[in-house]
């Protein structure tokens, strides 16, 4: 129960930050869960942000630099206008990757 | 007729002679020949009778054709010559020849018949018999050859041919073969297009590591059945109603995950980290000047110094409340602890314990609350999760902040000794001898206290009751000594642990001892309002300043009485603070909003920085970070300030080979002590 409030609290403030345009969670299956953005856009960074997850993951697993273990914890794609920031858990039990989008050039 | 065909046989292979006048009218009909001569394509034509009339034949009128023409067949030749004379050589005369010949051979064929006895019938069957006789033979050698296949193939070929009736005689006269094969039809494709079926691409791909992932799942999942299997076997051992199926909670509960995916502890840190990370783009110039901005200017003005504002921590809880204490944590040091109350004796509200990282400017990492404002609080040395909360109405509490709930690990009552007016001050102690953990605290009540940490409730004991001394009475009249002297703020000792130094409203400062607590060591005189703050030198062991209200701040030596040096500040002095890197740095807080940092070696009247760093509001307290050339003020309207030093202002000795840093900066100071001590130098003496 205390992590009800304390993840909604957090998406809560992170959402209200300035700079920030909008977060996503999309569960294990690609599908987003909790969305900010309206439909389509919503419905495009899942999509588009899934694979590349995936793709970053399987790049992370296979250079490996000899831990087999190793695993992709969070991914910050900075462009010219905005920052993605991804923050994936591949546990099977609950498989969801977190995804803000910022401007960070806000002032 | 039998008789006579006895003496005949068939003639074989004679061709027609040669003069034998050929019908016109029958070349097409079958021929005599045999069958084998003719074209195979022939049998089924049935012979077509058709009137040839030769060109040139003379065309006669019906009359004439109608005519009948008597036709007699005599004997006599009618060609035959009847004056037919021959030369007789015996009678050398002509002689008449008599008999002429009457005979006259219109059509001639050769027979197919032989005459038995003829030479000709018995050369034929010569021939016959030599060719039955090799026909023979080579059956029989057929026949061996071919039982000997058989014997060798053990019947593999066995191939039965017929009876050859190919020897069979057939009527060569009147035969012809029609075929029973019936007209095979040629084959012929025949293919239809259809629509076809709709495709999809499907692609995927596998890498070693997802083999290896989804093999350890795997795994996982076997010893999971397994158990799952052993239990709902014991399970219906045990009951005998077979309803619940041990598959049937364990989906329940996948659901229940699935459900709390968006709750989990791990989305909580993701959002934690990520938030963080926002807060690194949002703030990234302030991260850049903490890091790497240096005032310039520092170069060119070596007497003076700046401060640069950083963060401001200004939570929406703390609203109207004072900043009444702050620690660095001893361990992270880009952490802190913010305690939220009142100084305002008629406006107490809730108090507030807030843990900051410098990470997130935005939001407090920890928030405790407590019912009353919180004065104090200590980050324990050894175990920074650890932070002691003194609070106004008296109690003091011990809160883990990893735990993340709002209730402290322990808490005093007013049955365990709780003090009677506000904690100023909180203080952890190394651990006793049974490792149980120690703080000490002191109130308005006049009581310094020990606090110890056992398993099950935290206990108290008081070390000392500050007497009043009254001033005017020397002497000390049992009466005056009754009264308890409230303190303000005290410190410990870093070398002797032992002993501390205590601020009191009054203005009197008192050196104490743990081990002796009835007396004072000593009284240092000096301040006329209350004491807000005493601290020892961190590196100095014997020398500490004292921060009061009558708008001075004072250096003190231990051993003397008096101060030996005193800084106006023109305002009330909130708080002061040694800097960790030097034994000559401190900075100071007054009411006016103003930071004012002092290094001796440089100047020993002025401060190297006066600067005022928050409009309308005082500051209150003031904190140097152990590690990082960053310090934090708060001031009463919640909010924290972190600045940073400039060069000039956190100047500090280099460990050379001869002293480490600690002695150097002792040096340092024992020097500017002893220049100040040469007589109570003037300014203006000073200035000569």
Request: some cysteine; hydrophobic content about 35%; charged content about 25%.
């Amino acid at each position: 129960m205390g992590d009800i409030a304390v993840v909604e609290e957090a998406l809560k403030r992170i959402s209200s930050h300035k700079g920030i345009l909008g977060v996503i969670i999309v569960n294990g299956d690609g599908i987003p869960i909790r969305s900010t953005f309206e439909n389509s856009v919503t419905v495009q960074y899942a999509g588009l942000v899934s694979h590349l997850t995936y793709k970053a993951r399987s790049a992370v697993k296979q250079l490996n630099h000899g831990e087999p273990e190793d695993e992709l914890q969070f991914l910050r794609i900075r462009s010219k206008k905005h920052e993605i920031l991804i923050a994936p858990d591949f546990d099977k039990a609950h498989e969801y990757q977190l995804v803000i989008v910022q401007n960070p050039s806000t002032d | 007729m039998p008789g006579f065909l006895k003496t005949l046989m068939k003639r074989k292979d004679k061709p027609p002679r040669e003069g034998a006048p050929i019908p016109k009218q029958h070349t097409d009909m079958p021929s005599p020949l045999p069958s084998s001569k003719k074209q195979p394509g022939d049998d089924f034509d049935l012979p077509v009778k058709e009137v040839v009339k030769p060109d040139n034949q003379l065309q006669l009128p019906d009359k004439l054709l109608d005519e009948e023409v008597a036709k007699m067949l005599t004997a006599n030749n009618p060609s035959a010559p009847k004056n037919m004379v021959r030369f007789s050589t015996k009678e050398r005369v002509f002689k008449v020849e008599p008999m002429v010949e009457q005979l006259m051979v219109h059509y001639a064929t050769d027979g197919w018949l032989l005459h038995k006895g003829s030479e000709e019938a018995k050369r034929q069957t010569d021939c016959d018999r030599a060719a039955d006789e090799a026909a023979a033979k080579f059956q029989a050698e057929m026949d061996r050859g071919r039982r000997d296949r058989r014997d060798d193939g053990a019947g593999l070929g066995t191939d039965t041919d017929g009876p050859d009736d190919s020897r069979q005689l057939r009527n060569q006269f009147n035969f012809s073969e029609r075929a029973a094969q019936t007209l095979n039809y040629p084959m012929c494709d025949r293919a239809t297009t259809t629509e076809p079926p709709p495709t999809a691409t499907m692609s995927g791909e596998c890498s070693q590591w997802g083999i290896y992932d989804a093999y350890l799942l795997d795994q996982e999942r076997q010893k999971l059945q397994e158990e799952v299997t052993k239990k709902g076997a014991a399970a219906k051992k045990s009951t005998t109603a077979g309803d619940n199926d041990p598959c049937e909670p364990a989906r329940d509960t996948s659901k229940d995950d699935r459900g709390s995916t968006l709750h989990s502890a791990h989305m909580s840190r993701a959002a934690k980290v990520l938030e963080r990370m926002e807060n690194q783009n949002s703030y990234n110039d302030i991260s850049m000047d903490f890091k790497y901005w240096d005032d310039a200017s520092d170069a060119f003005r070596p007497d003076e110094g700046t401060l640069l504002p950083l963060w401001k921590f200004y939570p929406e809880q703390a609203k109207r409340k004072h900043v009444t204490s702050l620690c660095w944590n001893p361990e992270y040091f880009d952490m802190f602890a913010v305690g939220y109350g009142s100084f305002d004796f008629l406006k107490q509200s809730g108090g507030l314990a807030c843990c900051y990282s410098l990470k997130n400017p935005s939001y407090p990492e920890y928030i405790f609350t407590t019912d009353s404002g919180v004065m104090c609080l200590d980050f324990h040395p050894q175990h920074p999760n650890l932070l002691a909360v003194g609070c106004y109405d008296g109690t003091v509490r011990v809160f883990d902040v990893r735990t993340k709930t709002n209730k402290p690990m322990y808490a005093s009552t007013a049955v365990t000794g709780k003090h009677t007016d506000p904690v100023w001050q909180i203080f952890w102690q190394e651990a006793d001898l049974q490792k149980q953990l120690q703080f000490y605290s002191v109130a308005s009540d006049g009581r310094v206290t020990l606090w110890t940490l056992s398993k099950s409730e935290l206990t108290h004991q008081d070390m000392m009751e500050l007497k009043l001394l009254d001033p005017s009475e020397p002497d000390g009249d049992e009466s005056t000594l009754a009264s308890l002297a409230s303190c303000c703020s005290f410190d410990f000792n870093k070398a002797q642990d032992h002993l501390f130094v205590v601020g009191t409203e009054e203005g009197q400062i008192h050196k104490c001892s743990t081990a002796f607590n009835s007396e004072y060591l000593q009284t240092y005189e000096g301040h006329a309002m209350a004491v807000y703050a005493v601290k020892w030198n961190q590196l100095h062991m014997k020398t500490f300043l004292s921060a009061s209200a009558d708008w001075t701040v004072k250096l003190w030596d231990s051993s003397l009485a008096k101060p030996i040096m005193t800084f106006d500040l023109s305002n009330s002095v909130g708080d002061v603070a040694w800097a960790p890197y030097s034994a000559t740095v401190f900075a100071a807080i007054t009411d006016d909003g103003k930071v004012h940092v002092f290094d001796l070696t440089q100047n020993k009247h002025e401060p190297m920085c006066e600067q005022k760093v928050v409009q309308k509001a005082k500051l209150t307290r003031i904190a140097f970070n152990p590690k990082h050339p960053v310090l934090l003020v708060g001031d009463d309207r919640g909010c924290v300030t972190c600045l940073k030093l400039s060069p000039n202002l956190r100047r500090s000795s280099k460990p050379d080979g001869k002293q480490t840093m600690q002695e150097a900066e002792n040096a340092k100071l024992d020097h500017v002590l002893d220049i100040a001590r040469k007589g109570t130098i003037s300014p203006a003496e000073e200035a000569k």
